[in-house]
């Protein structure tokens, strides 16, 4: 009975209430509701990094892909570990020095608009709305998989369910903040490390001797499809593809942003690294085992963790896990919220209002915007249509390929114009919308990630058009002078 699993799933939640209650206290400001006052240490930002982008992924749908498919999914964490890598190597220290000199940027459309010193603010304008389309079907798509969660769980009805989970989600998000965020990040970041790694080490141990055989020896099997054609290359070139969507997601983004000593980011990219290398090689595990130790096979393999934690271990244990799967999909969807509601607020309203606001009057409209960000995304989640994986991936794909490129030259090319980044965005979102359009309906090499085509275009367009329609902003260039200078110092 679900009755078993509640103590320790209240006093798992009791846990993150408290440490939203303490984030709001010390959240004064909209910066402290944004940023968290660019405090983070070099764990809490490296383990905010996994747990807000990993999330539900690693807990559902990369087990769920194992045990459809095997071992060929290792291609897709290959990809997201390289991406993961390189977007700490080229992005993180430039990212958090060059924001703060550039009038102390709080989000991704605010940098844009003070690194080219576009006039009339279009940049803002376009990156803004682009965050807002792409993080409301990213949270929809969320709040779909933490109902399903909660009702498996739990037995409820499903529309008991995702309003049960949404309502958690943006209340907890409007009241603490980035604060809050991170900080149940981190406590979070190391249960789910805990449970990706000891939930497959336990089924393991419980596995007789032929299907201890078995599962290693699907180890060194099936990690390519059968026979090399077209199809096989185009499948592994998409899943490589997924690393390319680091370098323009806001809400991984701003975790860099919010470290305290930039000089701290190799700390944070060994922990987060080393995080992620294990955790992938725990969910690929955990959807391998769930062929050999479950009595039947599963009708939704995106909940293979959950039966195999029903299946194997203590209903207290069992009980913290659903708690941490749950809160898990809750912080990447606060985290988008949080990044969607700051576009609103510190790019829409805080930008073009006539008479300048008070920093408490800003964060009420920050929190207020999460509110009706999260009533939009639960209406679209209602949808039975729904399908959370491909909103995921459609969500990721929109968000790295329009900023991806246009981030990377922000950071290390001077000559990136306003005209320049306003055309790769708008290119990027529309070849990404056209692309997975004609994947669906017309197939062959359009079957490709849309990611892949959509970030070579943004780079195609983005540099030709700054060429031919340079900004000659002299301030544009000193500032990024003395951010190449500070970088090489330090």
């Known amino acids: 009975m679900f009755h078993s699993y509640l103590p320790t799933f ?12 303490i984030a709001y206290r010390y959240a004064g400001n ?7 006052g660019r405090s983070l240490s070099a764990p809490i930002a490296a383990l905010g990094v996994g747990a807000s982008d990993m999330s539900s992924w690693l ?95 739990f037995h409820l009805t499903p529309h008991v369910a995702l309003v049960s989970s949404a309502l958690f989600i943006v209340l907890y998000t409007a009241i603490g903040g980035f604060l809050a965020i991170s900080w149940v990040d981190f406590f979070q970041g190391c249960l789910l490390f805990v449970a990706i790694i000891g939930v497959p080490v336990a089924i393991f141990l419980k596995l007789h001797g032929v299907q201890h055989h078995q599962f290693v020896a699907s180890l060194s099997s099936h990690w390519l499809p059968s026979g090399m054609h077209t199809s096989s290359a185009i499948m592994i070139t998409s899943f490589l593809a997924w690393g390319l969507g680091y370098f323009g997601q806001p809400h991984i983004l701003v975790r860099f942003m919010a470290v305290k000593d930039p000089n701290t980011m190799p700390t944070s990219r060994r922990i987060h690294i080393s ?111 729904v399908n959370i994986l491909k909103l995921a991936s459609y969500a990721w794909a929109g968000l790295g390929a329009s900023f991806g490129p246009c981030v990377l030259l922000s950071l290390y090319w001077r000559r990136l114009s ?43 367009i983005a540099i030709p058009c700054s060429l031919a329609m340079p900004d000659d902003n002299e301030a544009v260039v000193s500032t990024f002078d003395k951010m190449r200078e500070l970088i090489r110092k330090n």
């Not at 909209?30 to 968290?36: K, R």
């Not at 769920?64 to 993961?84: D, F, H, R, T």
């Not at 682009?130 to 993080?135: A, D, H, R």
Request: hydrophobic share 60%; aromatic share 12%; glycine share 8%.
């Open 275 to 385: 995080w992620m290398f294990v955790a992938l090689i725990g969910a690929i595990s955990v959807g391998l085992l769930g062929h050999y130790a479950l009595p039947e096979t599963l009708s939704n393999p995106e909940s293979v963790l959950i039966a195999l934690a029903k299946h194997a271990l203590p209903d207290w244990l069992a009980g913290l896990l659903f708690a941490i799967i749950l809160s898990a999909i809750m912080s990447a969807i606060s985290a988008q919220l949080l990044a969607a509601a700051s576009a609103v607020t510190a790019d829409f309203y805080a930008r073009f209002k006539r008479s300048p606001s008070c920093n408490k009057h800003l964060l009420q409209v920050s929190r207020l915007t999460v509110l009706i960000l999260g009533v939009i995304a639960l209406y679209i989640a209602a949808d039975p249509s």
């Open 59 to 153: 807990l559902m749908a990369l087990p769920g892909a194992a045990y459809v498919y095997g071992m060929n999914q290792v291609w897709i964490a290959l990809g997201l570990c390289l991406g993961a890598y390189f977007n700490w190597i080229f992005v993180a220290k430039r990212l958090r020095i060059y924001t703060e000199m550039c009038n102390d940027s709080l989000t991704i459309p605010s940098f844009f608009d003070e690194r080219i010193h576009d006039p009339k603010s279009i940049i803002r304008i376009v990156t803004a709305a682009v965050v807002l389309l792409f993080f409301t079907i990213y949270a929809a798509a969320g709040f779909k998989g933490g109902a399903l969660v909660f009702g498996d769980t």
């Open 30 to 36: 909209l910066s402290d509701y944004i940023l968290g």
């Open 418 to 460: 306003a005209k320049g980044a306003i055309v790769g965005i708008l290119s990027a979102a529309i070849t990404v919308i056209v692309w997975k359009y004609l994947g669906d309906h017309v197939g062959g090499i359009f079957k490709l990630y849309e990611i892949l085509p959509a970030f070579i275009v943004n780079f195609l």
């Open 10 to 21: 209240v006093a798992y939640f009791l846990a993150v209430a408290a440490l939203c209650f």
